[in-house]
Structure formats: C-alpha cells, structure tokens
C-alpha cells in the first residue's frame, strides 16, 4: 500500500472544489488509503463502491466510541457528561442499543406518515418560493433550500422554527470536526446550550403532551421506559441535525448542477415526471455526505486486502463509492434519466438513513416547484465561484447559491 495520506488532505481547499477528481487520482492507487485523520490514529479511506457498501453493514466495524481509539474516546467521556450529540444516538450505537432506539423513531417516519406530509411541504415551498419572487434574485440556500426542511423537522419534533438561526449555528459546529483547543472550547459550549434547550422542552412536553416527536419521545421514556434521558435527548438532536445538514444540500447541490447542465434542465422542464428519477441522481452525483462516514474496527479485518488493525477507524467514502466507474457507467456524468440508480447517499445496512423517504419527498417538492414556478431560474454567479462550505467537513454543501428567476 501507498504511504499515508496526510490529513492536509481533508482541509485541501482543492479537495473542498473537486473531491471527485481527487478520489479518481487516488483510485489509480487502489479502493484502501491508510490516512493521518484524526492524526497519530491507524485511519483508512474506502472509496470503492464494492468495498465501501459491505463495510458500512459490516458488524466488525463498530458505530460505538468505546472501540474508538483514544483520541474519540476522550471526546465521548466528555460528551458522556455533556455531548448529547456524540454518544446515544442510534447512529452512535450497534445492536442492541441501535434496533431500540431506531425502532422508537422509526414509528414516527412510516413512509405513509411521511406522505401525509406532502400537502404540508407544499404549502412552505410555495410559501418560500412567494417571498423570493418579487425581487427577482435570491440566495438559494438561505431563501430556499435552509428553510424548507428546517421548518419540516421543528414541525415534526416539535420544536419552534423561529429558534432556526440558532440551530444552523449549533448543528455546523456539531458536524464539522474541531481541531483546536478553540473548537473545542466552542463545541462544549454548544452541548450545553443543546442540553438546556431541550432540557426545557421536554419538560415542558411531559407537563403538557402534545402531537409531536418530543411528546412521543418522552412518553416512550415516562411510560415504558424504552429509553434513557440521555438517550431521549441525543435522539432529539440528532433528528435536529440530520434534518438540517443533509436535505438543504440535496436541494442546493442539485440545483447548482442543474443550472450547470443546461440540457439536463431542460429535459427535466419538458418532462418533469423524470423528477424522482432527477433526485436519485443529485443524490449519487452530489450526495450531501460525500466525504464519509465513520467506523471502529472490533478486530483485526482485512479491506481489498489491506489489513486493517483492531481499533482503527474507518471512514466510507460515500461520495467516493457513487463515482466509482465499476459501480456506475459515465460516473461523472449528470443524468437524470438514469435507470437502476444503486447509489450509497443514505447509506447502507443497519443503519440506513432513516429520514430518507422524507428527504426525497422534500427534494421532489423542491425541484417541482422551483422548475414549475421559476421558469428563468438562472445562476447569478460563475460556476466557479460556488462557495463550497470549509473543508474539512463530512458534508458537502453551499454557503450560498445566488440565482436570478
Ligand atoms: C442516517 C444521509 C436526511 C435521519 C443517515 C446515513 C446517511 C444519511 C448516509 C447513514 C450514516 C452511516 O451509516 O454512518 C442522509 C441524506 C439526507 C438525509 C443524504 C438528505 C438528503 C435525513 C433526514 C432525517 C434523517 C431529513 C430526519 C430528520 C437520519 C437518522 C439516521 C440517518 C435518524 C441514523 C439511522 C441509524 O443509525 O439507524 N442519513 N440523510 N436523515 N439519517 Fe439521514
């Protein structure tokens, strides 16, 4: 194997631009990079499709910090006291913890549940789209793509969409890795606000149910007892940012590639029933969680042959896997009409998203109604220019996305 790719290669502004055509160099190369992230850490990038989508079901590789090496799990001790984020969730967790807590939510994301949504996210994506029109030029994401599912999560959980600004604040420190003292410092800060923000709600709830997850949540802990406070609490926050780091970059990767594909626009305004279709594929070609996702090896396991030792950790490039030319014809072509779309974007196995229906029935909405109401929606910057957030983050997404209609 090759040495070591050194952690520039996370936070290289390059990466950040194109991490597509850096994954193709580095496939020359082979599907298993060992890599110095976090630094002193046995770490290894997958970014093939045949390797990644077994590992990210595969038990040997853990979600649980406790087979973390010491690096993550000195940040989960903290987080034990005052992370509600990091540790007891559901995606923090194997079986048996991991089959409970998914089973409690899952109730609430039925996909007939979720479908009943649909007059609901109608209703805000017209709304949205009403607000923008008079001025004739908007910011994608902060007029459109940011709020819609923001007020769709808050309505489902429960919580008020007007303390939004608050919580785009919280969820990007959350998700983004901190590297200094600085971060760190900012993080436990954000924790706490986090604990005593829904501290306050849940009490509220238990004095007064209501028809919303939190109620439901609490209930499932004062009733039955099928989950602890700290999990009820790092539920709830998770459903928070997973409701807001992933769909509004559906919605803003999807339209920057389409502005930038003219003839996949117009064929999708010619035929918009090809919109489902046209989501799996912003899905595979710019997926939200394009850098990885993370796993702790429980023992020594070998990828492609590459041995990798008991407790390393392995990230899973999904945006690697959904441009691997063995899993996809022409990957780097946008095309909407693409059949048999096999793509990685929610994951795969026991922990596959469990906000995907909703996610695709907000994407569809989006997209129909921005092709239908804004017919000469057109970017108002060069392509080029599209400021992609830092790098460094698991996600990829827009800052912003100035258009004119
Ligand atoms: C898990 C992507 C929207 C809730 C995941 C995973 C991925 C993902 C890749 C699995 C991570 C892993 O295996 O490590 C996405 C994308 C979305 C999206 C691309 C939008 C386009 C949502 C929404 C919600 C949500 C709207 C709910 C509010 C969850 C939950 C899990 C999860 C609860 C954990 C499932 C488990 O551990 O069993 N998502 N997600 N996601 N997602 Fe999503």
């Not at 580095?26 to 499709?49: Q, W």
């Not at 305004?269 to 990885?292: C, D, K, N, Q, T």
């Not at 020594?300 to 691997?324: C, K, W």
Request: glycine letters at 6%; aromatic letters at 6%.
């Amino acid at each position: 194997m090759a040495e070591k790719l050194p952690i520039e290669f996370v936070f290289d502004p390059e990466f950040a631009r194109d991490p597509y055509g850096v994954y193709a160099a580095l496939r020359e190369k082979g599907p298993v990079h060992a890599i110095d992230f976090p630094p002193g850490t046995d770490a290894f990038l997958v970014i093939d499709y045949e390797h990644g989508r077994p590992a990210l079901n595969d038990p040997r590789l853990s979600k649980e910090f406790k087979h973390a090496p010491a690096v993550f799990r000195q940040f989960v001790t903290d987080a034990g006291r005052n992370n509600p984020v990091l540790a007891h969730n559901m995606l923090s967790s194997d079986p048996p913890d991991h089959t409970r807590l998914r089973r409690l939510v899952s109730k609430a994301f039925t996909p007939r549940r979720t479908e009943s949504l649909r007059p609901r996210i109608q209703e805000i994506a017209d709304g949205l789209v009403d607000a923008m029109a008079p001025t004739g030029r908007a910011d994608l994401i902060g007029d459109f793509a940011f709020p819609l599912p923001i007020v769709v999560i808050c309505e489902l959980l429960g919580v008020p969409a007007e303390d939004r600004d608050a919580f785009r604040e919280w969820s990007a420190t959350l998700i983004d890795p901190a590297m200094d003292e600085e971060q760190l410092r900012r993080r436990a800060e954000v924790n706490a606000a986090i604990r005593d923000y829904f501290g306050r709600l849940i009490a509220e709830r238990r004095a007064e149910p209501r028809d919303d997850m939190i109620s439901a949540l609490v209930s499932a802990r004062d009733d039955r007892e099928l989950l602890s406070e700290q999990e009820l609490m790092a539920t709830l926050t998770l459903l928070l940012i997973a409701g807001h780091e992933t769909t509004v970059n559906l919605i803003g990767n999807g339209v920057l590639a389409l502005l930038t594909h003219p003839d996949q626009l117009a064929l999708l305004r010619e035929r918009p029933e090809l919109i489902p279709s046209a989501v799996e594929e912003f899905l595979r070609y710019e997926g939200p969680v394009e850098r990885a996702t993370l796993r702790f090896a429980t023992e020594d396991l070998q990828i492609a042959g590459v041995h990798i030792p008991e407790g390393s950790v392995v990230h899973i490039s999904l945006g690697a896997a959904d441009r691997d030319p063995e899993a996809f014809a022409h990957p780097d072509t946008l095309d909407v009409t693409r059949a048999d779309n096999h793509h990685v974007a929610f994951g795969h196995g026991i922990h596959f998203c469990l906000g995907a229906p909703l996610a695709r029935l907000e994407g569809r909405i989006a997209f129909e109604t921005l092709l239908r109401r804004l017919p000469g929606l057109a970017l108002d910057c060069p392509p080029a220019e599209a400021a992609w957030r830092r790098s460094g983050s698991l996600i990829r997404g827009l800052e912003a996305l100035p258009v004119t209609f």
